[in-house]
């Protein structure tokens, strides 16, 4: 199956890690009992699963500036020997 994520991923122009974010998403929707059968269930599912992937993205990034910025305030408390404890 790994090999079918990573086509998929390459088909649709992102990488390996975002298509299992999606594979993810829209395997627990199905779980949750969402479907894509017909076109009005196919635009609600595809909808929150773009929303959920879109929120998650923006606060993983978030996160990421958020531990980028302690690491720097941590580095110049060290640089003048005030480092946290």
Same mark, same amino acid.
């Given at each position: 199956m790994p090999g079918v994520a990573k086509a998929q991923a390459k088909k649709a122009g992102h990488g390996l890690a975002d #298509? =299992?974010? =999606? =594979?993810?998403?829209h395997g627990v *929707?199905? =779980? $949750?009992?969402? &479907?894509h059968a017909d076109p009005e269930q196919e635009r609600e599912m595809f909808a929150l699963q773009s929303k959920l *992937?879109? &929120?998650w993205r923006t606060d993983r990034q978030a996160a990421a500036a958020q531990e980028a910025r302690r690491r720097g305030d941590a580095a110049v408390l060290?640089?003048?020997? $005030? #480092?946290e404890s």
């Open positions: #298509e =299992l974010h =999606l =594979l993810t998403v *929707l199905h =779980l $949750l009992g969402y &479907d *992937l879109s &929120d060290g640089a003048a020997g $005030l #480092e």
